[in-house]
């Protein structure tokens, strides 16, 4: 059974940083891709970024020059770093990790940029 723990979030000014991590356990695939969504309140789920075990990335718009998503293979944790944030990119973060045609989810972690 895949098992994915976030860790990472909090309150940070805007124009702030954070370092989200989420370490999965369990049998990972070579063959998986992981990453980050974020569900903002009264609004739906939504894509943030997503890393192969490759390296390939890919990144939602809105967080394209601020956000990067890496990844260590050999720990199986993947990290998404945070620069410049923006109130709007208060959400809940959830880490997501699809292989074999199975999606799982970790708990998701609070992330709220405020003054």
């Known amino acids: 059974q895949v098992q994915l723990v976030e860790s990472g979030g909090g309150l940070v000014q805007p124009g702030g940083s954070l370092r989200l991590s989420c370490a999965a356990s369990g049998i990972i695939s070579r063959l998986s891709v992981t990453g980050w969504y974020r569900q903002a309140p009264g609004k739906q789920r939504e894509l943030v970024a997503t890393?192969?075990?490759?390296?390939?990335?890919n990144y939602a718009d809105s967080v394209k020059g601020r956000f990067t998503i890496s990844r260590d293979n050999a720990k199986v944790t993947v990290y998404l770093q945070m620069n410049s944030l923006k109130p709007e990119d208060t959400a809940v973060y959830y880490c997501h990790l699809n292989q074999f045609r199975n999606d799982y989810w970790g708990q998701g972690t609070q992330v709220t940029v405020s003054s």
């Open positions: 890393i192969t075990t490759g390296g390939s990335t």
